[in-house]
């Protein structure tokens, strides 16, 4: 936990005091794993370009060590080193020296390695009563040098030249954390977090800086040790950070330890240029702002003109890219709602329509027998229109008329046939049937308007001998019908209007 306040002071001007951590939160990593044991390690950077480590000895040993711990190289030079860090350039390191206070540059590619010459002395401005409480870490943070000073806690800010040896100008001073005013161990600066993290071996602290020099936490370190430098290798996109302690052992061999899940959050961590206070989601680099969708509950690829956000490059399920629905519970955009449209899929139709049986096939439909439909096309056994007076199936014993089931014969025949008539030119239609069963015969005259179905006569037939066919031949002029039976024997009869007939 952090907190920040400015006092002012009554001869008039204001002065700016970091009060630091309110609290020292637990180490928030992984457990530590030692990679390497090497002679006083005092300093440590991560090299990106290289993917290794770089460690300086205090006896002026400089190491470069893969992830795993192996000496990868060893340039023995001179001098009590105790940081290490790059600057723009990564071709060049540069070493804090303490006693007197510099720093050196070293060339990694220049033949084999070595020192270029070029120095830079810090002791006008950083000095200690005790040689041996001066320098301690050093970093590179925005053009300019960070230096710990041991003995007060202190960060020192330079610009250097770093084309001129010797040309180096102080900035400014920084106190961390004003309780911390000695054995400041280590510094390293993350381009990519934008965070300094300073770590102070006798109060066993790592503190972490914003581009401020405000405090944003505050940790303690996983190890009583006497750490003496720090790397941070992020890894952006998981959001954590392998974090590398130098741990000098004052004369034995000091271990390299690497803690992972290191919690940081990169300024940019998918590398699309946009901040990650202002990126919607900074771990995707396809996108960075919030785009605007709009809602389709009816599914037809048409939005409302409202507007809702997301952070996504694709519309989520149930959003559009357009704003161009008129009514979004309408589907086909007919005019009908969704819940009154019959087919809200077809903008051709959004009433049932209705259709008329049509039970003998003969293309006109029954007015009292009706179905409705989603479709311009009738459904089976059905016609649009409601023309028939008579939709007639006959059956052995029952016929269908119109909508209901009459007996038309006493008893279930062997052989119908019927014919549907109009004799009279009137709104009655008379239905004369005829059925055979045994040596008998019925004729049955029923007639018919709309759902009015009566009827009015039936007569039985003795036959002599059995037929098995009858036909019935009507003449409309006279109002007869003929009766043909199969063996030649005829009948004529004359149909009156009241629905009787006699031969």
């Keep these: 936990m952090k907190f920040f306040f400015t006092i002012l002071f009554s001869f008039g001007f204001f002065a700016a005091f ?31 370009g290289r993917q290794t480590l770089f460690v300086v ?52 590619q220049s033949g084999s390695g070595e020192l270029t010459g070029k120095s830079w002395d810090l002791t006008p401005w950083m000095s200690s009563a005790d040689p041996n409480q001066g320098l301690e870490g050093l970093a590179y943070r925005n053009g300019h040098f960070l230096a710990g000073l041991q003995e007060d806690g202190k960060i020192y800010v330079f610009d250097v030249n770093l084309n001129s040896s010797g040309d180096v100008e102080h900035i400014e001073t920084l106190t961390p954390y004003a309780i911390y005013d000695d054995d400041i161990s280590g510094i390293d600066y993350s381009s990519n977090t934008g965070i300094t993290y300073a770590i102070f071996d006798s109060d066993n602290a790592l503190i972490e800086l914003n581009a401020a020099n405000e405090i944003v936490e505050c940790y303690s370190l996983p190890d009583s040790a006497q750490q003496e430098g720090i790397a941070i ?15 000098d052992n004052g004369g034995s061999p000091g271990p ?54 997301f952070c996504l490059l694709t519309p989520p399920a149930g959003y559009v890219t357009n ?59 059905y016609v649009s229109n409601a023309s028939d007076p008579a939709d007639i199936s006959e059956g052995s014993r029952s016929f269908y008329i119109n909508g209901n089931d009459y007996d038309i014969f006493p008893d279930e025949m062997t052989t119908v046939q019927h014919t549907d008539l109009n004799y009279f ?79």
């Excluded at 609290?23 to 990106?48: Q, R, Y």
Aim: net charge negative; aromatic share 10%; with cysteine.
């Design 323 to 381: 704003a161009s629905d008129q009514n979004d519970n309408d589907y086909d955009n007919d005019g009908s709602p969704s819940g009154s449209d019959c087919n809200d899929a077809d903008s051709s139709i959004s009433q049932n329509q209705t259709y008329y049986r049509d039970i003998d096939k003969d293309e006109l439909g029954d007015a009292n027998t009706t179905t409705q439909a989603c479709s311009f096309s009738a459904p089976g056994g």
């Design 256 to 309: 390299i330890v690497k803690y992972e899940n290191y919690p940081i959050t990169c300024l940019d961590a998918d590398s699309d240029g946009v901040n990650y206070n202002s990126d919607c989601n900074d771990y995707d680099p396809s996108i960075s702002a919030n785009q605007n969708y709009y809602r389709d509950a009816d599914g037809d690829g048409f939005g409302t003109n409202v507007a809702t956000s």
């Design 233 to 247: 290798k992020t890894n952006c996109m998981s959001r954590s950070a392998d974090l590398y302690l130098a741990i």
């Design 425 to 503: 030119s009137d709104d009655w239609h008379e239905i004369i049937a005829v059925g055979l069963i045994s040596k008998k015969a019925y004729i049955t005259l029923a007639r018919v308007r709309g759902s009015e179905v009566a009827v009015t006569k039936r007569v039985r037939i003795k036959i002599k001998k059995k037929h098995t066919s009858v036909s019935i031949t009507a003449n409309l002029s006279r109002n007869k019908f003929t009766t043909r039976f199969s063996r030649g024997k005829k009948y004529t009869w004359k149909v009156k209007s009241s629905g009787s007939f006699k031969r």
């Design 18 to 48: 970091t009060f630091g951590c309110f609290a020292i939160d637990a180490w928030p990593g992984g457990e530590g794993t030692m990679i390497a044991a090497l002679s006083e390690p005092s300093g440590i950077v991560w090299h990106e």
């Design 57 to 108: 000895e205090d006896g002026g040993t400089l190491k470069e060590i893969s992830t795993l711990g192996a000496t990868l190289n060893t340039w023995p030079l001179a001098g009590d080193f105790e940081g290490i860090t790059l600057a723009e350039n990564d071709r060049y390191l540069y070493i804090g020296i303490e006693n007197p206070d510099s720093i050196v540059e070293f060339d990694l």
